[in-house]
C-alpha cells in the first residue's frame, strides 16, 4: 500500500473531488480520503442550483468567484462525460427570483439594475409574463426576477463524476478512513495521521465541509465556521409542471430529469443532526403549495438533509495556512459548494502547483481567521 503522495484532499465531498480532479488532471499523484462513503453529505443533499445572480445580491468577491464558476460548467459537463460517461444533468432554462409582496418585487429591481451595470443579464417580469412562460405559479407571485445563466446540474451526479474521473485519471480514493492529526516539520506539513495509519506528503488540502475545523484545530488554526443543517423532499408529477428554477426566499422548486421536482431547503444553524424533522418539511411544502399549488398532485418520492458548511463572515476559506507551508483550506461554501466546486478545484490546484491564480484570493485566504478573531477580542 502506497504511504506517500505529491498531494492529500481530506474530505471526498464535492470540493475535495473537484480539487483531487483538477490535480490528477495536471499529473499529480493524489490520495483522497473520506471518513465515511465519499460524497454522500452535504454534497449529495444539494438541489444542485448554480444561482450566482439569485443566491448573491452584491457584487463582492463572492459573487465574481460565484459568476467565474458558473462559466466553466459548459466545458466541465462535456469533460466529465467523455471520461466518466457520468452526464451532470446540466440545464440552462434559467432562474426566476420570485416576489411575493412589494418589498420583494422593488428589492429585486434594485439588484436586476446592479447586475446589469456588472454586465451580467437579468430582466424583471410582470405576473402576466410570468404566468404566460410559468402557468403553474400562483396569483401569490406578484412578478420575478428572470436570470437566465443561473441554471441547475445534478449535485449527486456531478459529485460522483468528480471522484470518478479523479480515480479514472490516477487519484487513489481511499474511503472509511478518518484523518485524525497532521504531522508537521520545520514550519511545513509532511502528512496526515488516519484511523487506519500514516500518509505523507507535502501538499495536503482540508476540504471536509461542515467538519474541516476540527481537522484544521491540528495546526492551531481555529476557522471560524458552523454547521447550517438543510431539509428537502422531492415529488414525481405527472406532467411538467415547470421549465425554469423557482427560487424564493425559504423555498425553492427545481425540477428535475423525469417530472421529478426538488423543493428545499430548510436553513437551520448550529446543528450536525442530519435528521428530517415533520416541521422542516411542512414548512417547505406549505410554501411550495402557496406558489405553486399544483404540486400537491405529485406523488412524494423522498426526504432528505444535509449539513452546509457556513463561514463567520460568509465567505469560504480558500488558501495556504498562515503558517504552515503545504496546508491548505478549501471549505465554507455553504449554500453554493455545488456552483463553487469547479472554481475551487481550479484555484487550489494553481496553489499546489505554484502558479497565480486568475481570481485574486485574499478575501479568502484562511488567514484572516486569526485577524478576525484578534480584532473581535480587540472590539470585546
Ligand atoms: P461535504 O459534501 O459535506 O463533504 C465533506 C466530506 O468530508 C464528507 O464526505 C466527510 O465525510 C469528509 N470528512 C470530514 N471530516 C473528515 C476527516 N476528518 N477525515 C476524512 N474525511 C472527512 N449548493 C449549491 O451550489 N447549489 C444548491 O442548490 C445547493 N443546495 C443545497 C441544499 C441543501 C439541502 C444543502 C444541505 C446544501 C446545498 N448546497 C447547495 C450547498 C452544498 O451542498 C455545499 O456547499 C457543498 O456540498 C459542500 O461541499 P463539501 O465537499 O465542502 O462538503
Ligand atoms: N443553495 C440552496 C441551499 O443551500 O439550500
Known amino acids: 500500500m502506497k504511504r506517500n503522495y505529491e498531494a492529500i484532499v481530506v474530505g471526498g465531498g464535492i470540493i475535495g473531488g ?79 427570483k420570485i416576489a411575493l409582496n412589494e418589498r420583494e418585487a422593488r428589492e429585486y429591481q434594485r439588484i436586476i439594475e446592479l447586475q446589469k451595470r456588472l454586465g451580467d443579464q437579468a430582466e424583471w417580469l410582470d405576473q402576466d409574463e410570468l404566468r404566460n412562460l410559468e402557468p403553474a405559479l400562483s396569483e401569490a407571485v406578484t412578478g420575478a426576477m428572470y436570470i437566465e445563466k443561473d441554471g441547475h446540474v445534478s449535485a449527486p451526479a456531478l459529485t460522483e463524476a468528480f471522484l470518478k474521473a479523479s480515480a479514472a485519471l490516477g487519484a487513489d480514493i481511499k474511503e472509511f478512513t478518518e484523518v485524525q492529526s497532521l504531522q508537521f516539520s520545520g514550519g511545513k506539513i509532511t502528512g496526515v495521521v488516519t484511523d487506519s495509519g500514516e500518509y505523507a506528503s507535502d501538499h495536503v488540502v482540508i476540504a471536509g465541509g461542515a467538519w474541516s475545523s476540527k481537522v484544521m484545530a491540528a495546526s492551531g488554526l481555529n476557522l471560524d465556521t458552523y454547521p447550517v443543517k438543510g431539509e428537502c423532499f422531492s415529488v414525481i408529477t405527472e406532467r411538467p409542471l415547470v421549465t425554469g428554477t423557482i427560487f424564493s426566499h425559504g423555498c425553492y422548486i427545481v425540477p428535475k430529469k423525469g417530472n421529478r421536482i426538488v423543493v ?50 460568509g465567505l469560504p476559506y480558500l488558501g495556504e495556512h498562515p503558517l504552515y507551508q503545504g496546508l491548505y483550506a478549501a471549505t465554507g461554501h455553504f449554500r453554493n459548494g455545488i456552483l463553487l466546486s469547479p472554481v ?32 473581535a477580542a480587540a472590539r470585546d
Open 18 to 96: 473537484s480539487i483531487a480532479f483538477h490535480l490528477a488532471k495536471r499529473g499529480y499523484d493524489v490520495l483522497l480520503l473520506d471518513k465515511g462513503r465519499a460524497g454522500k453529505k452535504a454534497s449529495s443533499a444539494a438541489a444542485g442550483m448554480l444561482a450566482a445572480q439569485a443566491e448573491l445580491d452584491d457584487c463582492g468577491p463572492l459573487f465574481q468567484l460565484a459568476r467565474k464558476s458558473r462559466d466553466m460548467f459548459g466545458n466541465l459537463a462535456d469533460e466529465l462525460k467523455e471520461i466518466t460517461g457520468i452526464d451532470i444533468e446540466l440545464k440552462d432554462k434559467g432562474m426566476y
Open 264 to 313: 428545499g431547503a430548510t436553513v437551520k444553524p448550529n446543528t450536525f443532526n442530519e435528521k428530517v424533522t415533520m416541521d422542516g418539511i411542512l414548512t417547505l411544502m406549505e410554501k411550495a403549495r402557496n406558489i405553486m399549488p399544483a404540486i400537491t398532485e405529485g406523488e412524494l418520492e423522498s426526504t432528505w438533509a444535509g449539513i452546509r458548511p457556513q463561514t463567520g463572515d
Open 344 to 375: 475551487t478545484g481550479q484555484v487550489m490546484a494553481d496553489l499546489i502547483e505554484d502558479e497565480q491564480p486568475e481570481i485574486d484570493l485574499s478575501p479568502f485566504l484562511p488567514g484572516r481567521a486569526y485577524e478576525n478573531r484578534y480584532a
